[in-house]
């Protein structure tokens, strides 16, 4: 006979937190968002390799997260999921310029030789669109440092085009550079005590490391919380399916990958355990993520496949119709509860933490508060972020207003088979996304410090400074239907009014 759960699923909109006490502490400056992401030994006193500044990622979605989009989520300290369907070599491509992206110390992919002509200059500016490029003896990125060159030390049209770029550089004798091995601020405070716009970063041989740049330190001024690897470069995602994965993942490691998951609308299967096997027997280090799952058995069977976080959520996205196609699926608020219970338990028996990730559902910034305070380590938001100008989708003006265009990966449009592959024939035998709008909401900058803002001072009315504390001290109560019409400005009419500020 199946089995039948005794109480309904819910979703984040039934519940609501009780405020706790606040303390002179519990102020907003205090809290932090800091939030692990792939799995570690906690009882054995280790730190993850791999955390966030805040607890925000992209979702898996052509129509959400590209290269441009997770190089602004990293500036905010969030990650952003590549979207797999995608030819190997184009996703690859796409996590490759996310992480040539200047922050702070860069290979330099802009070289030259002494010998070579003003005119190559010219060209290799219009090629790169840098304007500073290093001179090495091989022009390579790791030559022999002969000097630096940029488009102000000539005018093209007043030099000989086949002048050396030896008679326009600076010398290496008149440059200022740092040894290698300096940091960032130690970088950062020669640059601005020489009045140079860049630092050559330099071995003992002379020969070029990387570059600092000046315009690089305005931007960690206005990004505080951007997530970097271990060479200053933006840490990047990309999400994989069953079928490809022995292709796909050795192309985004050498393209520098720091994270993937398994993108499948439901993960507890077989073909996950396999994909998950082999490629942690062929890459020990690569760090995958898998799901997603709804249940402690889903959350069980994945942790002990080795998943290095596990996803939790069927058919509660804004584009998702597998609910309505298939009949499967269960409320995010339940699935996030119940799964982090199963985290807990599996970490109490193995000392092993599995992060735990609520995929979908999320309407309202303080679902978000919810979400974490359930369990949740992070949270993946696809509708959220498709509505930035940083998305990859086009906005248009439709109704006098302006959207963003917003399809699901199980739609027509997007034709992504691979996530919902149940191990048959290739190809789709129906819909389970559908093809939208969504409301234009301007810089993900803005929207995100405004969505964070929020949860932050959630935290602090619950008496919580870090997500761990959130989960420990938040009183949730199931609310009933009135309620949460209560919530809502009522019996009064609202002005149309905006605040500037």
């Not at 390579?140 to 002969?146: D, N, R, T, Y």
């Not at 993520?289 to 709804?294: L, Q, R």
């Amino acid at each position: 006979m199946a089995y039948f759960y005794e109480e309904p699923s819910h979703t984040f909109g039934e519940y609501l937190l009780v405020p706790g006490y606040t303390s002179a502490d519990c102020i907003p400056d205090n809290v932090s968002l800091r939030t692990p992401v792939v799995r570690f030994n906690k009882k054995a006193g280790e730190q993850s390799p791999l955390y966030m500044n805040i607890p925000l990622t992209s979702a898996v979605m052509q129509s959400v997260s590209d290269d441009k989009m997770a190089i602004s989520l990293a500036k905010e300290g969030g990650i952003s999921f590549i979207y797999g369907s995608q030819t190997i070599q184009d996703q690859a491509a796409m996590v490759a310029r996310v992480k040539s992206y200047k922050a702070g110390f860069v290979t330099s992919d802009s070289n030259i030789r002494p010998d070579q002509t003003l005119e190559e200059v010219v060209a290799l500016i219009e090629k790169t669109g840098h304007s500073t490029i290093a001179v090495t003896e091989d022009g390579s990125a790791h030559g022999k440092l002969a000097g630096i060159i940029t488009e102000r030390d000539f005018r093209i049209d007043h030099v000989p085009a086949n002048s050396k770029v030896s008679e326009y550089m600076t010398p290496f004798k008149d440059l200022i550079t740092g040894q290698d091995g300096i940091s960032l601020s130690d970088a950062n405070d020669l640059i601005w005590a020489h009045k140079v716009n860049q630092l050559p970063v330099i071995d003992k041989n002379n020969c070029l490391v990387s570059m600092v740049f000046r315009k690089d330190f305005d931007s960690h001024q206005t990004y505080p919380k951007e997530l970097l690897d271990s060479q200053h470069r933006y840490i990047v995602g990309a999400g994989i399916n069953t079928r490809d994965y022995m292709e796909r993942v050795p192309a985004l490691l050498e393209a520098g990958v720091d994270i993937m998951t398994l993108d499948s609308s439901e993960g507890f299967s077989e073909w996950q355990r396999r994909a998950l096997n082999d490629i942690h027997s062929k890459w020990p280090e690569a760090k995958v993520g898998a799901g997603n799952v709804v249940d402690a058995e889903g959350f069980r069977f994945l942790a002990e496949a080795g998943a290095d976080f596990v996803k939790i959520g069927i058919g509660g996205g804004s584009i998702c119709i597998t609910r309505e196609q298939k009949g499967i699926g269960r409320g995010q608020a339940t699935a996030t509860i119940e799964v982090a219970k199963a985290r807990d338990e599996y970490y109490k028996e193995t000392g092993i933490y599995v992060p735990i990730c609520s995929d979908g559902g999320i309407v309202h910034d303080y679902h978000m508060t919810l979400a974490l305070a359930m369990g949740a380590d992070f949270i993946m938001l696809g509708r959220y972020f498709a509505r930035f100008d940083e998305s990859p989708t086009n906005k248009l003006i439709v109704n006098g207003n302006y959207v963003k265009e917003y399809w699901g990966e199980g739609s027509n449009r997007a034709r992504n088979w691979q996530r919902y592959d149940l191990g048959g024939k290739k190809g789709m035998a129906f819909e389970e996304g559908v093809d939208s709008y969504v409301p234009y909401a301007g810089h993900l900058h803005d929207g995100v410090n405004m969505s964070m803002s929020k949860v932050i001072h959630t935290m602090c009315n619950c008496g919580a400074l870090t997500i761990p504390e959130l989960q420990e001290k938040a009183k949730i109560t199931l609310v009933s239907s009135t309620t949460i019409s209560e919530g809502s400005a009522h019996d009064v009419v609202v002005k149309n009014t905006t605040i500037n500020s």
